[in-house]
């Protein structure tokens, strides 16, 4: 897990893990916007550019998203094959 405590934002907290299978589970919880949508797209690019089959981010526990989040999520959504075979299934639970 990475714990990120920007100004006088709330923390926003996230884990990405590699399972055998091709999935990786993106779980974030707090607010997640622009101040920090950066350092969760960094910690999540590796994964992707090891082309998993799935990509699934569990957004059980998040309040807040703003447009930047919306557009990483889309990014990771349209990522070209060659680059990342990952599917993006975003989950309550």
């Known amino acids: 897990m990475v714990d ?5 934002t709330p923390n926003m907290t996230f884990g990405v893990d ?3 299978g091709g999935t ?4 974030v919880s707090g607010e ?16 992707l550019e090891r082309g998993p089959e799935r990509l ?3 957004l059980r526990d998040l309040s807040f998203v703003d447009s930047s989040a919306i557009a990483l999520w889309v ?19």
Not at 4 to 8: D, K
Not at 38 to 45: I, P
């Open 75 to 93: 990014h990771w959504a349209s990522c070209p094959p060659s680059r990342c075979a990952a599917s993006l299934r975003s989950c309550a639970g």
């Open 24 to 27: 990786v589970t993106v779980t």
């Open 56 to 58: 699934i981010v569990g």
């Open 32 to 47: 997640l916007d622009i101040t920090k949508v950066d350092a969760l797209a960094a910690a999540v690019a590796p994964a």
């Open 18 to 20: 590699k399972a055998d």
């Open 4 to 8: 990120l405590n920007v100004g006088n």
